[in-house]
């Protein structure tokens, strides 16, 4: 057996540093590193033009690698996160500046959060009901840290979030008046609108978005509460909040890496999202690993290296070739003119970004097909 | 920040043995032990009584823990594993007799599967491809050691499998003529019809995979290569296999845990799985973070935590709540009486067990409503 201190291909990593993509393990992710930083570069460009703050939504990525690069070269000026796991990950990872996008209700969990707000970090969490502003002033006053709060606004995804504008003062007063808490704004952000093929439901969609969002700043206004942050907006929408005047952070992850459900949306000129908008900088690479029935080949990534939850992935620019069936750890490719060999690897765009990464530990970063680096899905797993 | 080798609640694990179930966090996975041990030990009586042997699938699993306890309790002669690097995972941890249920074409993946088989190590293969048959015997010879290899035969999922008779009796000539080869068999399993709901159409499926595996057998014994291995069927469709006079082997993994896609199944009574044949052992522990919205409950547990290919997982014996949408990181319930506040905590059975443990690095294990033991899923992750 094998020193377990040191890293194996196939085993513990997918590759090494300057192997040829081809010789890169199967089933894994690989980020196209030119497609991920021209996407950076372009939304970079496209929040500086809107003067809104790109606060890059981590959940998606799960990686302190990317991240960073969402900072350095991207130009976000934070992150967000879903969990409080996640953001420990990317607290202990140096990240000072971090917005927990959800209600964090439960007493553990909260007194986690307490625990890394310290000094120099800038720790924002989302609250929508006032049950748990009480809970959250009392974690932060015994550690003796401050906890920032947005109040959330349902704007249509019938999640979480308050509806009623009385509700959401009364929550916003708790907060301003509670130790250890600041009331720094409101979260607003419909996330099933994001996937909306197309243009013109997305602009109806938001149009009642930013109609409801000036709504809550007017009765915020009225209680002489103002909001240092208004955040919303995902990949894609956040043109929409951008525009609006009202929002001056958005939240959008998906435009990092792109995915087979995003590319399909159009924008407001009828053209893909994968076309022209954003590159598709995230496959899973994958093997053949059967010919043995006539026009179709079996590849060996299925259920347990992504989530079909938005549609099945799609071949990556390879004429006639269409996967049809995902199973537990096989993908069946229709293949009528008999293209593919057993052994041969092509690339899938997945179906949905966020639930793929989470399932893996590597980002294999390929540019001019050599590998250039690897990096750790760092919070992978982290749902609490 | 703490000493990070120090195991923490609710980053690096979500329990401690001792700990009420109640305190546990969430979300995570927990393994009802009473119902976990009263399916090993039905399935056992079952495969005793039927005189054939078990070989639990750990790719349900990936659990080391639970694979032993399939072997100790339950009765097993061995285990089946999907991948190399999970069959590695499940040879380190001790595991003698392992089936790879699946083709091993790629030279790294040959190479690697060849360095586990050491002396005592009995390990298996498919193949349904003859250029794969050299590949095989070279690794083999040069590691000096023996792959046994079944020839799968394509009986009805049209994925993996070769559908010809003289194809499948050229390969089994080939690996018997192979150095470093041996010829053990055939493996027969149709994926597909596990998951019919109606007995009466499982029934005709297995005539078909009982009739094809009988006409592949002969075809052998008139090329006089015996089978001393006949594999094949899961948890929907086994006792069709048992009962066959053709199958010594069944390769059933589900049963240990059930999920709420082979709940809905019916035995040959008209039964539901879950109300007449096993027991729910498994469960997402998923904690209310939003009651914001009247009517609705909103959990902890989304995609990212679950996979819903096969449906939405189910809420467990709790009257009037049903889980309605699943999102990234959150679960929508439906809960028109308002039963539900936030920090409550429920079971889920999730839609599909496979895909889903694959998500998790922990499984609580829980008696009498205490935590008895946290058993990590050992081979998450392994894909390649």
Redesign the interface.
Known sequence: ?PDSSDPE???DV?ARVGMALEEV????LIVDLDAFEANLTRMCQMADASKVGLRAHA?MHKSADVARRQIEIGGAIGICC????EA?VFA?AGFDNILIT??V?????IG?MAA?CQPGKRIICCV??I??VANLSAAATKSQVTIECLVEL?CGT??????DLDDLVKIAKAIVAAPGLKFTGLQAYN?RVQHHQSFADRKGVEADVVAMTRSAIAALEHANISCEIVSGGGTGSFTFEASSGLFNEIQCGSYAFMDADYGRIENANGQRFDRAEWQNALFLWT?I?????KG?A?C?AG???Q???SGLPVVFEREGLVYI??????G?IEDSAGILA??DKIKLVPG?C??TC????WYVCVRGGIVEALWPVSA?????
Do not use: W, Y
């Not at 690993?289 to 029935?293: G, K, M, P």
């Open positions: 057996m291909i196939g085993f997918p393990q199967t089933p894994c959940k879903q969990k409080v796991s420990e202990r959800n209600q209700c439960d007493p553990v969990k986690r890394f929508d009901d049950n748990n349902e019938q999640r979480c979030g308050v509806s996330g093997s690993v059967s010919t043995a029935q179709r079996v060996d259920l347990k290296v989530s079909v939850d069936q995902c199973s537990d750890e096989h069946v057993v052994n949905h966020d639930p989470n399932l893996h530990d992978r797993g982290k749902a609490f």
